[in-house]
């Protein structure tokens, strides 16, 4: 148990299984299937899998662990909250009951509840917490010798960026394989469009353009019972301190795209803007509804992002890509990916859930003894939008340089985490006026 205390059991939380897969917050929503083991048995091949943040998103990522690895089984899990955990155990028994193998010894609750975890005997952990507490548990991670899948973005500051690069290499040395949850990595479509425009297919690319527009998202209503701390943990994504803001937290995967069609070459400065014109009260707590922003490249590209966080307004997510001898775009709404040059190139191939293949190719690293190590893409990919909201936020053009050296951190060291801390949250951004350097 916690050397904190626990927390009153709060209102049900929504998992979202169904019968056609899982919804996840800032990702696609795609179809997915789990289909149940009936026959499983541990033996010398068996990987053992611990949890670490029992929301929907960390309830999806097991559960496609499991169906990824017949010889998979998940033995711990971790989290703040008692009933978000029970309910993502509830739930997987559901999905995949001969491959959980969780009993209550191994429920741990608290904030020091990951610690637990990494001091089992798992040898693959899944970091699917709120994206402020990425940094340390991918460290601790690390230094224990866990395999690591760790959901997006990994840090919400550029200190939590360097932390990760740090742990990145560590993990390198060590011969641990690290897999992102940046999963259009993964989808077969997009990786072989983006592997088209890297080879030169539309020539030197001159521009991206990211568009994400959608309406509004989940809430949990105040308790008496809550301190302040539990509902700003129940409320995580509305507080930057916690999410990065809603461009770190579900943009980064539109910048992740920008990145990959650049190469994974980062840019040298940004300008932009950004606020909040319908998500103004104060239960959104201190984050924006919407972002323009415009990153510039060493050979003259730009690379351009707009989103918005709007109820009520049209919606669109799509990247386009520009190059000297064509262009291509990726829409995810319509799925379509394509380039037009001097011919027409649509993607008719095979398809796959992203969302698995992610985890296969992590427990084929494994057992192959050929790590994968995307630490280093991760953390750019999260500077990438971490630099989107500091000039949005502060109104100023920022060097990427500047901006990775800084040491501004936005929330409290992982050890000063308690119930009753209460943490001051800044006001809403005013650009022109706030510092973020």
């Given amino acids: 148990m916690s050397k904190f205390s626990i927390p009153p059991k709060a209102n049900e939380r929504r998992i979202f299984l169904k019968s056609t897969g899982t919804a996840l917050l800032g990702s696609a929503v795609l179809p997915m299937s789990f289909s149940i083991n009936s026959s499983f048995a541990s033996n010398d091949k068996t990987l053992k899998v611990g949890l670490i943040g029992c929301g929907g998103r960390g309830t999806g990522a097991a559960a496609q662990a499991l169906k990824a690895d017949a010889d998979s089984i998940l033995t711990c899990m971790a989290d703040i909250f008692p009933d978000y955990l029970e309910e993502s155990y509830d739930s997987l028994m559901q999905v995949n009951p001969k491959q959980v193998k969780v009993d209550n010894a191994h429920k741990f609750i608290g904030f020091d ?13 899944i970091l699917t917490t709120p994206p402020a507490f990425r940094p340390g548990h991918f460290k601790e991670a690390i230094a224990k010798g866990k395999h690591v899948f760790c959901e997006k973005p990994v840090a919400v500051d550029a200190p939590g960026v360097r932390s990760v690069l740090e742990t990145a290499k560590m993990a390198k040395e060590k011969g641990l394989s690290v897999v992102s949850g940046f999963t259009f990595r993964y989808d077969f479509p997009k990786r072989a469009l983006f592997e088209k425009i890297n080879n030169g297919e539309i020539g030197e690319v001159m521009s991206v353009l990211t568009v994400r527009n959608g309406g509004g998202l989940w809430y949990k209503e105040r308790q008496s019972q809550w301190t302040e701390m539990e509902y700003q943990l129940r409320n995580w994504y509305y507080y930057d301190w916690l999410s990065g803001d809603y461009i770190v937290e579900m943009m980064v995967h539109s910048l992740d795209m ?13 300008t932009g803007s950004g606020g909040r014109q319908s998500r103004t009260e104060e239960k959104w707590g201190n984050i924006y509804d919407h972002f323009a922003i415009e990153y510039e490249y060493e050979n ?18 799509k990247a386009e890509v520009f190059g000297r001898n064509g262009n291509a775009i990726v829409d995810i709404g319509r799925q379509v990916h394509s380039i037009q040059n001097n011919s027409k190139w649509d993607y008719n191939g095979e398809k796959n859930n992203p969302y698995e293949t992610q985890h296969e190719e992590l427990f084929a690293a494994i057992r192959s003894g050929k790590p994968i190590n995307e630490g280093e893409l991760m953390a750019n990919s999260t500077m990438l939008a971490v630099l989107g909201r500091m000039v949005g936020y502060s109104g100023q053009t920022i ?15 992982l050890e000063d985490y308690r119930w009753d801390l209460n943490w001051e949250v800044p006001p809403v951004a005013v650009p022109g006026r706030t510092k973020v350097l």
């Fill in 258 to 270: 920008m990145s990959w069609a650049f190469g994974d070459k980062m840019p040298i400065r940004a």
């Fill in 399 to 413: 060097n990427w340089e500047d901006a990775l050296k800084s040491n501004m951190t936005l929330g409290p060291k």
């Fill in 113 to 125: 509840a990951y610690q637990k975890v990494l001091e089992s005997d798992v040898d693959v952990v």
């Fill in 300 to 317: 003259g590209a730009k690379g351009i992002h707009f989103s918005r966080q709007q109820q009520g307004c049209s919606n669109v997510n």
